[in-house]
């Protein structure tokens, strides 16, 4: 009888000791997931404040003609970019405030109010990592809208998870149950000195449509391409973030050639 009872004791020991081990190891070897970080800012915007948004500072010399033809054709391509892009853009940027959740299916969710022009959108955003990247939705949802959103898909996207390049696509507010594509990007940002953008309009009821506006920086210089699908031609912009100088080649300026101004945004003839 004792003998029974001590190995008794001894299964009961050895048993306790396996369980102890697996739960140990259990603890162990639990994985802390990470939520994918957010593309950057700079993945669906364009830097173009060097052309002052039409405003020129108090007794500045007034700019010759080639920055002002630049000017008003960027600013042009700046508005028609906007009206796709600077609502969701505005919107986006407010998720680096937010702390996301992550969701039992195992994606992220970044939901969050912002407030845009009068307007208060209640915004998901959710990313979902898929093997080597990230998907991306955002939803809103805003009833004062002239047409109201309720958990409206307003763009999508993918990004590798290094998160230096990537795709978004836009959907139409004005069609909420329908999912129209207005606009897509293809992007890739580097580091923060070297990134490209190429925007193209896909909304059939626009002007615009069939447009493709690329926008690359390469350390200080900038060059902005615009195709006019309406007419069938290509203008481009260059110009120096520090310096300001640049220059512009657009069909019909200038007998096509290329036209240059100064750091005092003065018409040169390059030497």
């Known amino acids: 009888m004792r003998k029974a009872i001590s190995e008794l004791l001894i299964v009961m020991l050895v048993s306790g000791l396996i369980l102890t081990g697996f739960t140990g ?24 404040s060097v052309f002052g948004g039409g405003k020129m500072a108090p007794g500045a010399p007034v700019p010759g003609k080639n920055f002002l033809n630049a000017a008003t054709r960027v600013l042009l ?11 969701s853009v505005t919107v986006f940027k407010a998720a680096k405030n937010t702390t996301p959740v992550e969701q039992e299916d195992g994606s992220w969710l970044w939901s969050y109010t912002i407030n845009y022009l009068g307007n208060e959108f209640k915004a998901d955003l959710t990313g979902r990592m898929q093997g080597d990247k990230t998907l991306w ?20 996207g993918e990004c590798p998870l290094d998160n ?13 149950n329908k999912a129209n594509v207005i606009g897509t990007i293809e992007w890739s940002v580097l580091k923060a000195t070297e990134s490209k ?21 390469e350390g200080t210089t900038v060059t902005i391409s615009y195709y006019d699908a309406s007419e069938n031609i290509t203008a ?3 110009w120096d973030v520090v310096t300001t100088a640049g220059n512009i080649k657009v069909p019909g300026y200038n007998n096509g050639e290329r036209a240059y101004w100064d750091e005092n945004k003065q018409d040169v003839t390059p030497q």
């Open 25 to 48: 190891c259990g603890e162990e070897d639990k994985e802390t997931t990470q939520p994918p970080p957010l593309p950057p800012d700079s993945s669906m915007s364009m830097d173009f």
């Open 77 to 87: 391509v700046d508005a028609a970019v906007i009206i796709t892009l600077a609502p």
């Open 137 to 156: 939705s955002m939803k809103v949802t805003c009833p004062t809208l002239k047409t109201p959103l309720n958990n409206f898909e307003w763009y999508s």
């Open 164 to 176: 230096k390049s990537g795709k978004w696509q836009y959907y139409d507010y004005l069609t909420p």
């Open 197 to 217: 953008i190429a925007f193209s309009s896909t909304n059939p009821n626009s002007p615009n449509f069939g447009d493709i506006l690329t926008y690359n920086l």
């Open 236 to 238: 481009d912009v260059t």
